[in-house]
């Protein structure tokens, strides 16, 4: 089966801190990708990745960044965490035949 | 870009078929997707449809498919009180395997 995990289940940061957040796939997957999940507006994309060390950016980029050194790490990061960034992160891969798979979701606070 | 719309919530008493709707946009979309989420966890991958058929059918689920209206549906047969979650439909968009996704709908299954 395909393992997605994603470091935290709950992380509780202050406004301005620095926030990683890591995703792993165990199974040599490409493309990867980051999206927050709010009430009433499902899943919006934030960034995806092809490959290593390549990044795009997805619907909704503004305040973060990513970081793909390895193929089967892929990290989301706040640069400067503010209270609008309070949201669930959902991790997903795809795999050939372009199903994605997703990680288990971080629900993250910011104060 | 690509607009994906459900309505928010739907009820439905245990035994009888729930019926989930979607609507999109982007006629060119290849691939549509029903997604679960059970509380507190991330996406499950339930079905998908290519954009050639008109219906698939999987156990208790049935999917179908108008292409000329875009409109998209997901039945689910004797629904059980398991079924209760949120039910998301993606389309791709864009090329690099990129889903958009609806805001998705929150089935509730009283007995």
């Known amino acids: 089966d395909v393992k997605v995990t994603q470091s935290s289940r709950y992380l509780v940061k202050r406004t301005g801190e620095k926030v990683f957040l890591e995703c792993v796939q165990d199974m040599d997957h490409e493309n990867m990708f980051w999206y927050r999940q709010d009430p009433g507006l499902g899943l919006r994309l934030i960034y995806f990745?092809?490959?290593?060390?390549?990044?795009e950016k997805g619907d909704i980029p503004e305040g973060y960044s990513v970081s793909r050194e390895k193929k089967e790490r892929f990290s989301l990061i706040l640069e400067s965490a503010s209270t609008n960034q309070t949201s669930m992160y959902l991790c997903?891969?795809?795999?050939?035949?372009?199903?994605?798979?997703f990680g288990p979701g971080t629900r993250l606070t910011v104060l | 870009g690509e607009d994906v719309e459900q309505s928010l919530f739907l009820s439905v008493r245990e035994g009888d078929s729930s019926v989930i709707n979607c609507t999109y946009t982007d006629s060119s979309s290849t691939y549509l997707y029903w997604y679960k989420q059970e509380p507190g966890a991330g996406l499950q991958l339930l079905t998908y449809i290519f954009s050639n058929m008109d219906m698939k059918q999987d156990q208790r689920l049935t999917v179908l498919l108008n292409k000329k209206d875009k409109h998209l549906s997901l039945r689910i047969a004797d629904t059980q009180t398991g079924d209760s979650a949120i039910y998301f439909c993606a389309v791709d968009t864009g090329g690099g395997n990129k889903l958009t996704f609806g805001t998705g709908t929150q089935l509730k299954v009283e007995l």
């Open positions: 997903a891969s795809i795999d050939s035949t372009d199903t994605q798979y």
């Open positions: 990745s092809y490959d290593v060390k390549m990044k």
